[in-house]
């Protein structure tokens, strides 16, 4: 009887342990540094980083409390665009894209990055809506105000 108790609290003790909305958004920007600097490492972006920043943008919605759902729900696209705006301005030769002049400046890098990984910010962001949709149909009903 004890044991079970314990078992029934157990949801609501780890749900105090969810991040907030800028405790997230930190962690991912970190993450996202750290797996884009190791991608970088032989000089071009590729798979390590369309992976990274799936995994990265499926397990923010996860890890948040319900009262930033939103944050992780935007957040996706805008991390996306942020890392690839980095690493054109400073590191131009790792977006290795068929067709794209030597003369095209940063935001023009940025856009023909943006859109030559633009399948693994589609899955990343499906991934995170489906987990925001999936936490908010889990959550208990709560009480009506009078």
């Known amino acids: ?48 980083f369309s992976v990274g920043f799936v995994l990265v943008v499926a397990t923010v919605p996860v890890a948040v409390r319900s009262d930033a759902f939103f944050t992780a729900g935007v957040f996706p696209p805008l991390l996306f665009v942020a890392v690839m705006l980095a690493v054109s301005a400073f590191f131009d030769s790792a977006l290795v894209i068929e067709g794209l002049p030597a003369s095209a400046g940063v935001l023009g890098r940025t856009l023909s990055g943006t859109i030559e990984f633009g399948v693994p910010l589609l899955i990343g962001h499906a991934l995170a809506l489906g987990a925001i949709v999936v936490r908010v149909l889990r959550e208990p009903a709560s009480s009506p105000r009078r």
């Open 1 to 48: 009887m004890i044991m079970s108790s314990a078992l029934w609290r157990a949801p609501r003790n780890l749900a105090s342990h969810d991040l907030t909305a800028r405790q997230a958004v930190v962690l991912a920007v970190a993450a996202m540094l750290v797996v884009t600097a190791l991608d970088l490492a032989d000089g071009r972006l590729g798979l390590a």
